[in-house]
């Protein structure tokens, strides 16, 4: 007689990696240190849009990379000029960066550096629209990009990455002119599911944009340096 | 492909489970709930779990997914409404934005069904 039972559990998949996330946010918080997860597809610009941000900023707070790319140290090397600390992470098959992934690149950097003198780490994830925003890796804000060459629709079809952000940069901008591409129209689509998030069109290329992207980072590191300090208290 | 990272938290989850039980039971099903606004695809959630539990004391169970649908509710109209994913995530009658998801961001084990063989 075989009888059966069953057992309730209610757990969430994600369970482990949002564990580790949080882990990872308590370690920065610990340092002082704002986190932003940087996401798009392959090619809008993250690495670009990055090395005009270190050039810019980098005299003004004390930043740290940690460059996820599924194969190459490319994009690591190219912002290795800049003089910052950049801890390169492969991931292999993974399509995106995971919390776990990321805590080793916080070990690695804690290992080498003084964490506690950081202000950012900026996390350049895996080129893809689809997972990465399902997948915590201890971020304060996650910025996504989208480029005026991918066009109107993409925040329709990957609803979950442009609902998650926090900002959305639209690149390229110098584009715009030579494409048949309604920059009002992005917004309006990203509004649908995301009100809140803050949109901003920039060129690397031309450095339209660029001032309002960095006052952007500047505030969003003030709001969680206060807030880092009211909890230790 | 992130299927088979899920398929390894799910196999660990139930394996602590399985472990932690007084006398080890004999899984039959696995019950998990998927939400569709969720990157996972349940098919590939299948096919990764087959794969994975090869050779090992999960053979042969049976991955039971219910899908759930994306369900919003719009405050000001005061009602569920249901998103079209694709295409239309504001409320198709006042137009506020998708700002409360009710339904289609689950992604967890629900129940597992076991039994234990009798004694003969």
């Keep these: 007689m075989h009888q059966t039972f069953n057992a309730a559990l209610g757990i969430n998949l994600l369970y482990a990696n949002q564990q580790c996330a949080d882990h990872n946010r308590s370690h920065f918080d610990e340092w002082g240190i704002t986190c932003f997860n940087i996401m798009s597809s392959p090619g809008a610009g993250k690495t670009a849009l990055l090395e005009r941000t270190l050039a810019s900023l980098s005299d003004e707070l004390k930043i740290a990379v940690i460059e996820g790319d599924m194969t190459t140290n490319l994009d690591a090397e190219r912002l290795q000029k800049y003089g ?27 290992q080498e550096y003084n964490p506690a003198d950081f202000d950012l780490v900026l996390v350049e994830n895996v080129g893809n629209l689809v997972c990465p925003a399902e997948f915590e890796v201890g971020e304060h804000a996650k ?36 494409l048949d591409i309604d920059v009002s129209q992005i917004a309006a ?28 980072v500047r505030r969003c590191f003030a709001a969680a340096t206060r807030s880092q300090t009211s909890q230790h208290r | 492909m992130h299927e088979t990272d899920m398929t390894k938290a799910l196999i660990y989850t139930v394996k602590n489970w399985w472990k932690s039980q007084p006398k080890q039971p004999r899984i039959s099903q696995i019950h998990l709930i998927v939400g569709k606004f969720t ?22 169970v049976k991955l039971v997914i219910q899908e759930t649908p994306l369900i919003a509710f719009c405050h000001r109209c005061q009602q569920e409404y249901f998103p079209q994913i694709g295409l239309q995530y504001a409320c198709p009658d006042c137009h506020s934005p998708m700002d409360d998801i009710r339904s289609g961001r689950e992604l967890k084990i629900d129940k597992i069904e076991y039994g ?3 004694n003969l």
């Design chain 1, 143 to 178: 910025v996504a990009l989208l480029s005026v060459t991918e066009g109107e629709d993409k925040p329709l079809k990957y609803p979950i990455m442009f609902q998650e952000a926090d900002c959305l940069l639209i690149t390229k901008i110098d584009l715009a002119p030579y």
């Design chain 2, 116 to 118: 234990y063989a009798s």
């Design chain 1, 189 to 216: 689509n990203v509004w649908q599911m995301n009100p809140d998030v803050a949109i901003i069109p920039v060129s690397a290329k031309t450095g339209e944009g660029l001032e309002a992207w960095f006052d952007w």
């Design chain 2, 39 to 60: 990157c996972v695809e349940p098919a590939s959630l299948q096919f990764a779990f087959e794969v994975q539990t090869r050779n090992t004391f999960l053979e042969g």
């Design chain 1, 84 to 110: 910052v600390p950049v801890i390169a992470i492969n991931t292999g098959r993974s399509c995106h960066l995971d919390a776990k992934m990321v805590a080793g690149g916080i070990h690695q950097l804690a």
